[in-house]
């Protein structure tokens, strides 16, 4: 398997505009995280779905956050408008029944 | 509510010297724990997990952790620690029976040559 895969691995992009993060997490796996990453606040969980349905969205900074899982096999974190305090990591992790979060390699997301 | 606590954001050892990295939970009940290693431009990845029984784990490249329940600790230990291992580590509960993920604030280890 070749582990969870996010995209794109940077983004930069202008305040205002939107911003939409990806993430294929391991096959078979039912649970799905999302998590920033800043030098200040460290790593903060952001949603945690599980077999597809968001079970705690309690991270969610604002409104202008929003994330979807549409399938076992997809999942989509949405900034709209992006401002430059939303600049961090932003990581996707997956984990099987027992937990274990397999982590993606990150998405490096930069708002000027 | 439950918190991690890694009490040291840095830390230098010398090449072939010993490391212990302090993780400290707090927890009503015991929960599962975790080690992961971040290096630079990189995601985390599992070093090692207690979920029950033996206290002495031991995980990838050398490094083992003991769950002491007395102590609410599960420190990462090391015997002689390599330059590859300069990286930060982060240790993480999860509530028994629930999959949800608490990450401590994370160790950056400096090894000097």
């Given at each position: 398997d070749a582990g969870v895969i996010q995209s794109p691995r940077h983004e930069v992009t202008e305040m205002g505009q939107e911003v939409t993060l990806r993430c294929k997490p391991i096959s078979g796996h039912n649970s799905l995280f999302w998590y920033r990453q800043t030098m200040m606040r460290g790593l903060e969980l952001l949603i945690y779905f599980n077999n597809n349905v968001p079970i705690d969205d309690s991270g969610m900074p604002e409104d202008r956050f929003s994330a979807k899982?549409?399938?076992?096999?997809f999942s989509t974190l949405k900034i709209q408008p992006s401002e430059p305090r939303d600049s961090a990591v932003y990581f996707c992790a997956s984990s099987p029944a027992d937990p274990e979060a397999f982590f993606g390699q990150g998405t490096r997301l930069t708002v000027v | 509510a439950q918190s991690v606590t890694q009490p040291d954001i840095h830390i230098t050892v010398s090449e072939g010297a010993s490391l212990e990295l302090r993780c400290n939970y707090s927890y009503g009940a015991t929960p599962y724990l975790f080690w992961y290693v971040q290096s630079p431009g990189q995601g985390l990845q599992l070093l090692l997990k207690y979920f029950s029984g033996d206290t002495l784990v031991q995980g990838i490249k050398g490094f083992e952790a003991e769950f002491k329940r007395s102590q609410s600790s599960f420190n990462l230990r090391k015997p002689s620690v390599h330059w590859s291992d300069a990286a930060e580590y982060f240790c993480a509960v999860v509530p028994y029976n629930f999959n949800k993920f608490y990450f401590g604030s994370g160790t950056k280890l400096n090894v000097k040559p």
């Open positions: 899982m549409p399938n076992a096999s | -």
